[in-house]
């Protein structure tokens, strides 16, 4: 995600979803943001596939919220959608352990993660509604947030 083709697309998405401006530091906590929430949503998905006898995680298996799907479909209609999907493709690691996912669940990740993007560049001016450039308390706040409801 630091790669540099991959800097200006977050930064326009990030303008574009949220009304925000990010710098390669906020490109950082981004990635952070990411690798915490793919361990977060493989870990519930995991139990969710024990529950039901799977080893493997399927779509249905994630916690995947109403609010959550309708950000998938807002970001779906975002300019910078298809460049976003594949750098995310491109960064979203494998889950930890001994978790596995379904191949229909690794085509399903890029979507969720754009989801979860929108929902996290609406969430600054939440926080905080005069916020153009986050500063770290801003991100600090935001996965305080994503961590309480996520």
Same mark, same amino acid.
């Given at each position: 995600m630091t790669h540099p083709s991959g800097i200006p697309v977050f930064k326009r998405f990030f303008r574009s979803a949220g009304g925000v401006k990010i710098d390669k530091n906020d490109i950082r906590r981004f990635r952070q943001f990411v690798d915490e929430q793919i361990d977060d949503i493989a870990i519930a998905g995991h139990s969710s596939a024990r529950w039901n006898? &799977?080893?493997v995680i399927v779509p249905q298996d994630l916690p995947i919220t109403k609010g959550v799907?309708?950000?998938? @479909?807002? #970001?779906d209609k975002?300019?910078?959608?298809?460049?976003?999907r594949e750098l995310l493709r491109q960064v979203v690691r494998q889950p930890p352990g001994d978790v596995a996912f379904a191949e229909e669940t690794e085509r399903l990740l890029p979507e969720l993660f754009g989801g979860l993007s929108v929902a996290l560049? &609406?969430?600054?001016?939440?926080?905080d509604p005069t916020v153009c450039d986050p500063s770290t308390?801003?991100?600090? @706040?935001? #996965?305080?947030?994503f961590r309480l409801v996520y």
């Open positions: 006898g &799977r080893d799907q309708e950000r998938m @479909r807002e #970001f975002i300019d910078e959608a298809e460049e976003i560049a &609406r969430s600054f001016r939440l926080v308390e801003h991100w600090n @706040r935001v #996965f305080t947030l």
